[in-house]
């Protein structure tokens, strides 16, 4: 049986996740067996064997044999110790064609492993947790009362996942705050607009926030390239790219925009990994120079700005065509082939390589610092502490049904009522805090008030030459 599944899996056609094609792996995956040491692996697949048949006859509780496959599949996969090759079952599968295709049913997260615990790369702008107050870096302890050290990932997936309007509890641990924060979020299905552009009119300024290298079909591209046209009729005097919280995508795609920033036949990455015969390196091409060489760039970038984010601001970091701003980026720099389709509408994802930066520099597990490192704002312990003690006394919804509508005295109001709560927030959090209750941070409107780092973006661009 297990035999003859792993010739069915010879068999199956590959298709690369970022467009690299290569006979020569394929060629590799089919050899494979006959060049390794046979007495071992025919002792191993015997193992498998009488393990499976005894799973099947033995164990206390009955186990459909489909689900002890799988659970060896994704064994296989995660016994390389890299939690981004894995195996995708039909529901996972759907979920990641769904974030391709910039639709989503769930509560929004990007999420990684590390340590055992499932870490949050980033919050979705506009998505379930990041309105719940969810933040990058927040480790899930446990997902409706089930600790998730140790969780298969896949089973972790299920857990968060459900039907719209649905409710998922989650506790997170959050650096500098002792205690796991509790929350409440509820599921939805949200579509994601990748492209957001906006101009700076007073400082002839324009920005474009990416949430994610994808979309390509939908129009990703084309709008990106329109906001360049646009700022550059209103003769911008800068430009910022804000790559924040933004987890990846395409390598294709992160490659063709860069080279709109550079001249052609700059470098902007190299892939490199076991087989010399696939690796590549990619270069700006005949689209090259969109943007003339004389504007000034600013990229704006944090720890969710990882994969093809960190491309884009490796290339234009190394080549001195933009400052980063920010703080350093989440470091995961690797190739993922997605293997598809295999059976039952499933899938994997196998890393195939790792990125290099024009200067050669390695990414993966080390991120980029910024040329200018300013923090977002970050609640303190205190303010954490405050802040879960509002949310387990309703006191944000009681003050939304007093208060409907939000404007600027509301300021004032909502503090006057902390004070009178014995709520201490810092001015900062509760600006952000309430802005973020009535559901003002949204990536198509830049907000001043409650982001230092876009602010110092604007200064940096608004100096004089030479400043």
Excluded: C
């Amino acid at each position: 049986m297990i035999h003859r599944l792993l010739k069915k899996l010879t068999r199956l056609q590959f298709w690369p996740a970022v467009g690299i094609a290569s006979l020569a792996l394929n060629a590799l995956l089919i050899a494979g067996p006959a060049l390794a040491d046979r007495e071992v692996t025919a002792r191993q697949q015997d193992t498998l064997q009488r393990l499976l048949f005894y799973m099947q006859n033995l164990y206390v509780e009955p186990i459909q044999e489909e689900t002890l496959l799988e659970g060896a599949i994704r064994g296989l996969l995660q016994s390389s110790g890299d939690p981004y090759t894995r195996y995708l079952n039909e529901d996972e599968f759907s979920e990641f064609l769904s974030m391709e295709q910039g639709r989503r049913i769930g509560i929004g997260v990007e999420v990684s492993m590390e340590d055992g615990l499932p870490i949050i790369i980033a919050p979705l702008p506009g998505g379930p947790a990041d309105r719940a107050g969810v933040m990058a870096g927040d480790r899930i302890v446990s997902i409706e009362g089930h600790e998730t050290e140790g969780m298969e990932f896949g089973r972790m997936i299920q857990l968060i996942g459900g039907e719209r309007n649905s409710v998922v509890r989650i506790e997170v641990g959050r650096t500098g705050v002792p205690d796991p924060i509790a929350f409440e979020i509820t599921r939805d299905e949200f579509q994601l607009d990748y492209v957001h552009p906006f101009f700076f009119e007073e400082q002839k300024i324009g920005y474009i926030r990416l949430l994610h290298f994808f979309g390509e079909e939908g129009g990703s591209i084309e709008r990106f390239r329109a906001a360049l046209e646009d700022f550059q009729r209103k003769q911008a005097r800068g430009l910022i790219i804000d790559l924040r919280d933004n987890t990846g995508g395409h390598l294709q795609m992160a490659s063709l925009l860069t080279g709109y920033f550079l001249k052609p036949g700059q470098v902007i990455v190299s892939a490199r990994g076991r087989i010399e015969s696939m690796n590549t390196t990619f270069s700006a091409d005949q689209d090259a120079g969109l943007v003339s060489e004389t504007m000034p760039v600013v990229v704006l970038v944090n720890g969710g700005s990882a994969s093809a984010s960190e491309i884009m601001a490796g290339a234009l970091q190394d080549h001195r065509r933009a400052t980063l701003i920010g703080t350093r980026t989440f470091g995961k720099a690797s190739v993922q082939r997605v293997i598809r389709p295999l059976p039952n509408d499933a899938a994997a994802m196998i890393t195939i390589q790792k990125y290099f930066t024009p200067l050669d520099r390695a990414i993966h597990g080390q991120g980029l610092t910024p040329d200018i490192v300013v923090s977002a704002i970050q609640p303190s312990g205190d303010d954490n502490f405050y802040l879960n003690k509002m949310s387990r006394a309703g006191f944000f919804t009681e003050f939304r049904r007093a208060h409907p509508n939000y404007s600027n005295g509301l300021v004032e109001t909502f503090r006057r009522e902390l004070t009178e709560r014995g709520y201490r927030l810092s001015d900062q959090v509760a600006l952000l805090v309430l802005k973020r209750e009535y559901r003002l941070l949204r990536p198509e409107t830049p907000d001043l008030e409650t982001d230092p780092q876009l602010r110092r973006a604007l200064l940096v661009l608004g100096r004089p030459s030479g400043q």
